[in-house]
């Protein structure tokens, strides 16, 4: 089926629905933009409040591209500290996180489902 065809329009008047899949500690919310059902492909805005942990390392099969808007993510694997202006592209299989947000953190995140195969050098 896809994703719908649309046009400009406001999201400041979307519920935010709260995310439990993931998080071991806090709360999370997203808004879903716009969503492929039959391949459970999505763009949203994510949000983590102030103190919001993650659990686990993740990996998936898709495509997720994730630029933080506001606030942060501290990765709790790595010990590095992600920021807003801050950008990322995972490709399906690849581990990422577990992550805290110490101060809250807006993400914009596009998921989506393509070949994996990468260009060489």
């Known amino acids: 089926m896809g994703k719908p065809a649309l046009e400009f329009h406001a999201i400041e008047n979307m519920r935010w629905k709260r995310v439990t899949k993931s998080i071991k500690k806090g709360k999370a919310w997203e808004k879903i933009l716009s969503r492929d ?6 763009t949203r805005l ?3 409040d102030p103190g919001c942990e993650t659990k686990g390392i993740l990996s998936h099969d ?9 606030g942060g ?3 709790l694997r790595k010990r590095k500290i992600y920021t807003a202006g801050m950008y990322a592209c ?4 690849m581990k990422h996180g577990p992550y805290a947000a110490p101060v809250g953190c807006l993400l914009f995140e596009v998921r989506y489902k393509c070949p994996t195969k990468t260009a060489k050098s």
């Open 37 to 42: 059902k039959d391949n459970n492909i999505f």
């Open 46 to 48: 994510y949000k983590l």
């Open 73 to 75: 993510l501290v990765d």
């Open 90 to 93: 995972r490709p399906p299989g």
């Open 62 to 70: 898709f495509w997720e591209e994730i630029y933080i808007l506001e």
